[in-house]
């Protein structure tokens, strides 16, 4: 596609090739203002997770808005980031291959990175590639909290680790990650199971300081649970992502964030009055939590839609 054909903010709909992305700015900026103050006002500090836009450009939006930093997931994501002009990160996920750690190491000379880690070993190998490329990294142990996904459990494992850490050169040790991201609930139902999560996470905490390793961050929280972990005092800061537009899934939650991106597609063909196939498909839209939800442009009551192909849907 030659740039001609390029969109850009004000191009008139109907010259937007489809399928397209759409991204409401108005929707998207009022989300990240409306975060940021739930946020402030619990106390908190916000460090929004990257995994939804992956873009340097939204990143600083969130910065200018009021976050401190940011997270992402990937060193490739970290280093676009870094190059984008984002200049504090933290990797919420085990980085644990050569290659991969040799890239953060040197990454890590030009902006501040933090990465977690849950075992001894991967600390270890941190430490070396960081000594080797003269730079520092903040090591923030990642504690399960109940998601059963990575992290130490709490108690006596996280402090036995943060110790590890805090003892290794070229590595600094930032304090405790953890994400009760298995919670999902709609308005105070999500409170108990929240603290419950939550209250694993201020455990960790008080054993490390009874060590007397000083803890700095204390890095948890998602899009739906925002407004409850914020309030935790053990917590510094809170990694939501998806809010800025708006999974579907969280739309069932009536939190107060608006959808801000949608996909544009149109009709290619109408064979018979009650068929419409779309010139969108299963590699144009994600399917994980059901098909996408049509804003539909009509009057028509009982319209219902099915992802059918890669290319098409009905």
Known sequence: MTVEFLPAPGTPVELIDTPAMIVDLDAAEANIRDMQQVVASGGGSM??????TKSPYWALKQIEAGAIGVCCAKVGEA??????????????????????????????????IKVVVDN?????????????????????????????????????????????????????????????????????????ETLEALEKLQYAVSEVNAA?????????????????????PEVTEVQAGSY??????YVDQKLSFRPALTIM?????????????????????AND?????????????????SPKNTAHFL
């Open 289 to 305: 939590y059901g098909p996408p939800r049509v804003i539909w442009v009509s009057t028509e009551p009982n319209l219902q839609n």
């Open 244 to 249: 800025i537009f708006m999974d579907g899934q």
């Open 47 to 52: 460090r929004p997770h990257t995994k939804t």
């Open 212 to 232: 007397g390793l000083p803890i700095e961050t204390v890095s948890a929280g998602g899009t739906s649970t925002h407004d409850i972990t914020c309030k935790v």
């Open 79 to 112: 280093e676009v980031l870094v190059e984008g002009g984002v200049n504090d990160i933290l990797i919420t996920s085990e980085i644990v291959s050569v290659s991969k750690i040799n890239r953060l190491a040197a990454l890590a000379r030009h902006a501040s």
């Open 265 to 285: 597609t149109q009709v290619i063909s109408r064979p018979v009055p009650d068929r419409a196939i779309l010139d969108v498909g299963l590699k144009s839209i």
């Open 120 to 192: 001894a070993e991967n600390a270890r190998e941190i430490s070396e590639a960081a000594v080797s490329a003269q730079s520092e990294i903040g090591v923030l142990v990642d504690v399960n909290i109940r998601i059963n996904r990575c992290g130490v459990e709490p108690g006596e494992p996280t402090t036995t680790l943060a110790k590890i850490v805090d003892k290794l050169p070229a590595l600094h040790f930032a304090g405790l990650n953890g994400y009760e991201g298995h919670v999902f609930g709609f308005g105070d139902e999500r409170i108990p």
